[in-house]
């Protein structure tokens, strides 16, 4: 029935729009909610497997607009009350999420592409299952613990956005590169590595937002693009359910991701990680669990 694909896809919405901004790996979470209720709006399993590939990274998007109606003000650099020494820290902050970005673009794009060339899979092809997800999920929430454990005030240099350096934005970027392993969480390296690199707490989180715009409307592209050759290749028809499913999860998505946001923002002033190392230790168990007896 039509009706359960939808709530299927608000589900998916509701999952996306908590776990992309809190370090928790939204991709563990899905691929749980993809074992447990994958869609079924046609029989065709090849066009599921290509659309539920697509859907997991456009749904993103919805993410991704919370984020820029969050932070319009600071984001958008032509804003009529801002003064010129505004408008020129607004750009600063747009070349320090372009030059934190080139990493993971490098890597994700002709790196993926190398791979591909020279072993005949992918990253997501070497990468994408069950058991890596989960030992990325434990080993990311050991270092939140350990690092929350051991982190010391006065080594904290960096109070807000910013005063972020282009250096410390490139190493930032190269943290970011971890996450095209699946189960490390984008948020999650670049939370880590903004910590490390003397990062306060709210600075971590948000310069993680503002780098998620390029790397996810990219990603978004790129898998709206290969979806569209797999049509044109195959000749393929999508049933219209299948972009309401779209359309719903995107919706619900950026809804949720508007409460997510904000509420991180307001736990890491008072918190901190390692409620969510823990969550990351607990969820990777049994994620261990589940594809080790329930398969």
Not at 218 to 245: C, D, M, R
Request: glycine share 10%; hydrophobic share 55%; with cysteine.
């Amino acid at each position: 029935m039509l009706v359960i694909e939808f709530l299927k896809a608000i589900l998916y919405g509701i999952v996306e729009g908590i776990t992309e901004w809190l370090p928790v790996s939204s991709t563990g979470h899905l691929i749980l909610l993809g074992e447990w209720l994958p869609f079924a709006f046609t029989e065709n399993q090849e066009l599921l497997s290509e659309f539920g590939e697509m859907f997991e990274v456009v749904i993103q998007l919805g993410a991704i607009l919370a984020v820029v109606i969050l932070f319009w003000g600071r984001l958008w650099p032509f804003g009529r009350r801002k003064s010129p020494l505004e408008k020129r820290e607004t750009w600063s902050l747009w070349g320090k999420v372009v030059i934190a970005s080139l990493p993971a673009a490098l890597v994700g794009v002709v790196g993926d592409r190398i791979l591909e060339a020279v072993s005949g899979k992918s990253i997501d092809g070497w990468l994408y299952n069950g058991t890596v997800v989960a030992v990325a999920l434990i080993v990311y929430g050991i270092a939140f613990i350990l690092i929350e454990r051991f982190r010391k005030p006065e080594r904290t240099r960096v109070l807000t956005v910013s005063e972020i350096s282009c250096k410390t934005a490139l190493g930032i970027g190269l943290f970011q590169m971890l996450s095209i392993v699946p189960g490390t969480s984008r948020s999650g390296s670049t939370i880590l590595g903004s910590m490390l690199m003397g990062l306060s707490r709210t600075a971590a989180a948000e310069f993680s937002f503002f780098m998620a715009i390029p790397v996810m409307i990219g990603a978004s592209g790129i898998k709206l693009l290969g979806f569209a050759g797999y049509l044109a290749e195959t000749g393929t028809a999508v049933p219209g359910a299948a972009w309401g499913v779209l359309g719903v999860a995107f919706a619900v998505s950026f809804l949720v991701s508007m409460a997510a946001i904000r509420f991180l923002m307001d736990f890491v002033k008072r918190h901190s990680f390692a409620p969510f190392g823990v969550y990351r230790i607990v969820l990777g168990v049994f994620v261990l669990l589940w594809f080790a007896f329930a398969k």
